[in-house]
């Protein structure tokens, strides 16, 4: 595995697993996949009060129920949670950030959530109430760092303006066929649909003021579609990933992992199968460093596909 530095004091594996998914499984299953990303080396587990949806909070409920069966996992892993997606609607409201994150303690069974991030977006936030809700949990002991998602250049700069805490994380849609965040700068100057800036140059701005990309669905085309990996309408990059895996000797997977690693800006993957299987190919990603041409040559392949 590999590791960052995050904050100034989280030593954090670069690949991380998302629970999103995990609402259905028994506590039995969930416990084999935790200790499965253990033994990878993957210490950073991310959560949203949202996740597993109808009820909300379901993953987290469940994650407890391990840690309940494990306290000694705790002090090995950094957990992050998220707030202020509602039904319909956001809140960066003081009060719902400091109810969120009681509840998401309470069901995960901790007292205290290592990184807070704001989930999406809130048109109507007021970036001093967030700075109250961050200095109260702070102080409290009950949230050491936080972040954001989703969330672009101009707001980020706002409201760390208002904020005593530095933001050390912005978690972002990110892979070969969700890469929107790269044309700008490699189509700049050009007629093409990429060189569309959809993002504020996210990328660089992130580099230059020390944020950690957190990259989510790293299978995903959208947000809704089901994964790009063996499907043929992605066929042409599945082609192009499949020759790197056989020339690795790994699972496709496992070449997109090393794929958004290669990228310099030590991008975090989060990764969300159900799979113990799935878990162990993909995390042979870490160990592949793809050169120069191999990168461009997938990133070729999917840009031109999903044009
Ligand atoms: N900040 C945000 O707005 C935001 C939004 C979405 C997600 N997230 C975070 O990102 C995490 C990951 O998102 P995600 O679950 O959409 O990511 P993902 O890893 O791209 O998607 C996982 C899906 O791909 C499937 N899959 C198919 N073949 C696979 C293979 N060979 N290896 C691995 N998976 C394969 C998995 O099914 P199996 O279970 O059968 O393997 C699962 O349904 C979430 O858990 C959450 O923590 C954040």
Known sequence: MKYLKLGDDLHA???IYGVMRTADLSVEEMEELVKTALDEGVNFFDHADIYGAPDDGACEQLFGEVLKRHPE????MILQTKCG?????????KKHILESV?????RLQTDYIDILLLHRPDALYEPEEIAEAFDELERAGKVRHFGVSNMPPMQIDYLQSKLNQKLIVNQLHFNPAHAGMLGPTLFMNTPEEPAYD????IIDYTRLHNITIQAWSIFQPTSK????????KYQELNDCLEKYAKKYNVEKSAIVVAWIMRH????QPIFGTTKVEHLKQLAKGVDIELDRLEWYDIYNHAVQEVQ
């Open 198 to 201: 959809r993002d504020g140059y």
């Open 13 to 15: 594996s670069q690949l």
């Open 102 to 106: 009681d509840k998401s303690l309470e």
């Open 73 to 76: 996992y705790r002090k090995k």
């Open 85 to 93: 997606i509602m039904h319909g609607s956001y809140d960066f409201s």
């Open 264 to 267: 310099p800006a030590h991008i």
């Open 225 to 232: 579609d089901g994964t790009y990996l063996d499907n043929p």
